[in-house]
Each structure stands twice: as structure tokens, then as C-alpha cells.
């Protein structure tokens, strides 16, 4: 799914990166709305029908105020949280990485 304001990557292999996206901070998508995007997209996931659901493993809203712009400053940092079989690392840059997580990171 990409309407021009997030690009994106998908690949499916064990253990590696499967989803890769940047947010373009010209438009108006939250960074939220971008990570259920990304996760709708990887192959064989099923945002839907997921044995969990995303705001169960973060606060997406907090997410969104976390890394909004603030007048005369530049937000940097990045947080990871898991979802399902997969790691989710989103940075202040608008960068989404979905990794397949090992079967040891349970």
C-alpha cells in the first residue's frame, strides 16, 4: 500500500529485515498510521487477524507526540517494540524497519 507519502521495501527471509519505509515528513500521515501501513504490508501478516494487537505492545498516540516536531528543535532517537513474530524500530526521521525476530527473541 503506498500513496506517495511513505516509500516502502518488503522481502520475506528469516531472521533479516522484511518491511523497510520512510515517512516523507511533508505529509500529513502520522508516524503511527505509517507503522500500521508498513505492518499491513509485510507478506504473510495479517494486520486484522493478528494474534495481538499493535497498541497492546505500544501507545501509539505517545509514539506520535514523542517524536512530533517542536518549534526551533530536532527531534532524534528511535524506539523498537515487538508485534507478533517481528521487531518494529521507528526513528524521529520517519524511518520504519520491520525485522522477523529469531525463535530464541520470544
Do not use: C, K
Not at 518491511?19 to 499491513?40: K, N
Not at 516536531?69 to 524500530?89: C, I, K, L, N, S
Amino acid at each position: 500500500m503506498s500513496d506517495g507519502s511513505v516509500s516502502q521495501s518488503s522481502r520475506q527471509t528469516a531472521n533479516s529485515i522484511v518491511h523497510h519505509s520512510q515517512q516523507d515528513p511533508e505529509e500529513d500521515i502520522a508516524l503511527s498510521t505509517a507503522i500500521l501501513m508498513a505492518l499491513d504490508s509485510v507478506p504473510g501478516y495479517d494486520l486484522e487477524n493478528s494474534n495481538s494487537v499493535v497498541f497492546e505492545h505500544i501507545d501509539l498516540d505517545a509514539l506520535d507526540d514523542l517524536f512530533s516536531p517542536v518549534a526551533g528543535t530536532h527531534r532524534t532517537g528511535q524506539v523498537t517494540f515487538p508485534v507478533d513474530g517481528y521487531e518494529v524500530t521507528a526513528t524521529a526521521a520517519g524511518e520504519i524497519t520491520i525485522r522477523e525476530r529469531g525463535p530464541s527473541a520470544t
